[in-house]
Each structure stands twice: as structure tokens, then as C-alpha cells.
């Protein structure tokens, strides 16, 4: 009872902020951007909220992806971390060494999640602080393009979930996160194509 208490709240921990980001980017995060704008100078623009709800987004999608890796490798020197017989169960899904790499390379899901992610939250803190800069209209483009292919992972590995018949939450956030950020550099990306509304103070 009080393992799976734990692991329902370190799942809320990555949860809970990334859904936050996700409302920032969304086009009603306006409200809790006004809410916030007094204590957060950036949350006075639009531009300033979808980057720190895709701050949010992608560190947590970092995190929870660190935490699947970690998962794994517990699992695979004999371990188990939240294994039980219920529907909700990382451990069949992550520990299952044919289902938790990818098959093209083998790279550990986890491990490609942490990639991806460090990297889009690189660039959006590129695009935070420079938001005029030589690379913008690239990493939005890149975001957008890195965020869409993610579909089709999460489509594939969704396909693994039905097929063992559980459901990784953590795996289930890390898709919420991409699924998040997609909509973030969507957002970014037709914000930016309008200059007067991209750099609005």
C-alpha cells in the first residue's frame, strides 16, 4: 500500500508541472499567465508564457524520462520498482527487454527521452533568452519537427501497452510532455510569424 502510495506520487511530482506547462502553452493559459505575471515578469507576454509553460514541459519530460531509464536499470540488475498485478505497471513494460528499446538502434526509450528532451529544453531556453537571435526560426521549426515524430513513437509504443495490457504511467507522462511541447512549438511557431505580436513587451 505505501509502495504504491510513493510511486503515485513521484508520478504526480513529474505529472502535475507538466500539465501547468501544458495549460501555459495552451491558448486559455492566459488567465494563469495573468495570475502569475505578478510574480513572474516573463508571463506579461505570450511569447514569454508559451516559453516558460515549454520550460516546464521539458524539463519535466527530462526528469520523468531519467526516471524510466533508471527504472530499467534497476530492473535489469534483478530489481523491481513498482511491480504489482494491477493494470497501472511500469515494471512489465520497462523491464520487458524487447519492448523498452527501440528497434532500429536498441537505445533504451528512457535514454532517447532524456536526449530529446535536454535537447528541446536547450532550445528553449535559446529561445527565451534571445528570442531575435540567428537561430530562432530554426529550433522552432527543429521543436516543431523533433515534437510531431514523437507521435509516432508514442503511437508505437502505446501499441506495446494494449499488447501487454498495462499502463506505464511514467511512460504516459513522457508523452503528455511531448504531446505538450508539440502544441508549445506549434504555438511558438505561428506567434513568430507574426512580428509585431513576437515582440510585443
Known amino acids: 500500500m505505501v509502495p504504491d502510495l510513493l510511486d503515485n506520487l513521484l ?26 505575471a505578478g510574480r513572474f515578469e516573463i508571463m506579461d507576454t505570450e511569447r514569454g508564457r508559451i516559453t516558460a509553460g515549454l520550460q516546464l514541459i521539458t524539463f519535466f ?9 533508471w527504472i530499467s536499470s534497476k530492473i535489469s540488475e534483478g530489481g523491481n520498482f513498482c511491480s504489482s498485478s494491477a493494470v497501472f505497471n511500469c515494471d512489465d513494460l520497462i523491464g520487458n527487454a524487447e ?4 528497434p532500429i538502434f536498441g537505445l533504451s526509450w528512457g535514454m532517447i527521452g532524456m536526449v530529446i528532451f535536454a535537447f528541446l ?7 527565451k533568452n534571445e528570442p531575435n537571435g540567428e537561430y530562432t526560426e530554426r529550433f522552432i521549426n527543429l521543436g516543431s519537427l523533433i ?41 511558438l511557431r505561428r506567434l513568430h510569424d507574426d512580428k509585431s505580436a513576437w515582440n510585443a513587451k
Open 61 to 69: 519530460g527530462f526528469a520523468v524520462s531519467a526516471q524510466t531509464f
Open 147 to 187: 515534437t510531431a515524430s514523437g507521435i509516432l513513437v508514442i503511437l508505437l509504443l502505446v501499441s506495446y501497452e494494449v499488447q501487454e495490457g498495462k499502463i506505464c504511467l511514467y511512460c504516459t507522462t513522457a508523452h503528455i510532455a511531448n504531446i505538450a511541447a508539440l502544441i508549445g512549438f506549434l504555438r
Open 99 to 102: 519492448l523498452n528499446v527501440d
Open 11 to 36: 508520478v504526480a511530482a513529474y505529472l502535475i508541472p507538466t500539465l501547468i506547462g501544458l495549460v501555459l502553452v495552451a491558448p486559455f493559459g492566459k488567465t494563469l499567465g495573468d495570475k502569475l
Open 121 to 127: 529544453l536547450f532550445m528553449v531556453l535559446v529561445l
